[in-house]
């Protein structure tokens, strides 16, 4: 599945962004979604994932901060992220695969977009 993550961009802390990972691909439509994180630097680091029936899991680090959720009509998935903070500074990246219950193990993933940049200004 070929995915395109957008939203990224310069934001204050304390706003919100919304990030789109999108597809042209039919097979989006039956994938489960995650989305992850990267430091410069280190591995990269799951946050969410939502199956095609829109039952969403979190990471324990971002419950309540952030969301996952589906529009299969424009085969996108969003990550909402609410009170940003400098350390959220990062790359985020969409990945997607058959198995919702892999989608936490970055090993297991095949499918990944080319991922977006979140920096996050104090």
């Known amino acids: 599945v070929q995915l395109q993550a957008s939203g990224g961009g310069l934001v204050q802390a304390g706003g919100s962004l919304r990030l789109s990972c999108s597809s042209s691909?039919?097979?989006?439509?039956?994938?489960?979604i995650a989305w992850y994180r990267q430091f410069p630097g280190k591995q990269r680091e799951y946050l969410a994932r939502?199956?095609?029936?829109?039952?969403?899991f979190y990471a324990d680090s971002v419950k309540g901060r952030f969301a996952i959720s589906r529009d299969s009509a424009k085969n996108t998935v969003y990550l909402q992220i609410n009170s940003l903070k400098p350390e959220d500074t990062a790359t985020y990246y969409c990945?997607?695969?058959?198995?919702?219950?892999?989608?936490?193990?970055?090993?297991?993933?095949?499918?990944w977009g080319q991922g977006t940049l979140v920096t996050v200004s104090s």
């Open positions: 691909d039919t097979a989006f439509s039956t994938a489960a």
């Open positions: 939502i199956s095609i029936d829109d039952y969403a």
């Open positions: 990945a997607a695969g058959a198995l919702l219950e892999a989608m936490d193990n970055p090993q297991r993933i095949r499918s």
